[in-house]
């Protein structure tokens, strides 16, 4: 997990509006082949892969639960978890390509050339392979840190906007939280 987040997070680093923005200048074939390789050594397809499920939780999150009771939600929860893994599998190579070109264009050679070397190194395939270990923690962590995080701007923003958290605050639910 916490190497999933990593990868994650390191690709959300460089913001969609600048990337959006701006066409990533043509990067050397080397500096390419190297950003290729380190997504290779960082085994962000099969990450990648393995969102799906992920996806799916995510988006079910946002629907209303589907009315016909427990067995009609498991029916729904797999059609979307199916769905999702389809859609993000038919992606993966394309987005790779272009995350590929994207870190040749903003890392040096120099740079690209240390992040493969470390993937090589024994403390890198150590940290490949010993990721998975911290993943319930990771995962308890990111969800406690969310929450807190959410609670925190809701109650920020309702000190600066009471009358507009009046209007978004659940009927019920206490300002300034989730």
Do not use: W
Request: hydrophobic content about 45%.
């Amino acid at each position: 997990m916490i190497r999933r987040t990593t990868f994650l997070l390191s690709v959300l680093a460089i913001s969609p509006a600048p990337v959006l923005a701006q066409t990533p200048q043509d990067p050397s074939p080397k500096a390419l082949a190297l950003a290729q390789r380190y997504l290779a050594d960082a085994e962000a397809e099969r990450i990648l892969d393995n969102e799906g499920p992920t996806i799916a939780r995510y988006l079910l999150s946002r629907m209303p639960a589907p009315a016909g009771g427990e067995a009609k939600a498991n029916e729904v929860r797999d059609a979307m978890i199916e769905a999702a893994t389809a859609a993000v599998k038919d992606k993966v190579p394309e987005f790779l390509q272009r995350s590929a070109r994207i870190y040749a264009s903003v890392f040096t050679e120099t740079e690209l050339t240390a992040i493969v070397a470390f993937y090589d190194s024994p403390a890198g395939r150590a940290f490949v392979a010993k990721t998975s270990d911290a993943s319930a923690p990771m995962a308890a962590l990111i969800h406690d840190i969310g929450g807190e995080i959410q609670t925190d701007v809701n109650k920020r923003f309702c000190a600066r906007e009471p009358e507009e958290c009046k209007a978004a605050t659940p009927q019920g639910a206490p300002a300034g939280k989730p």
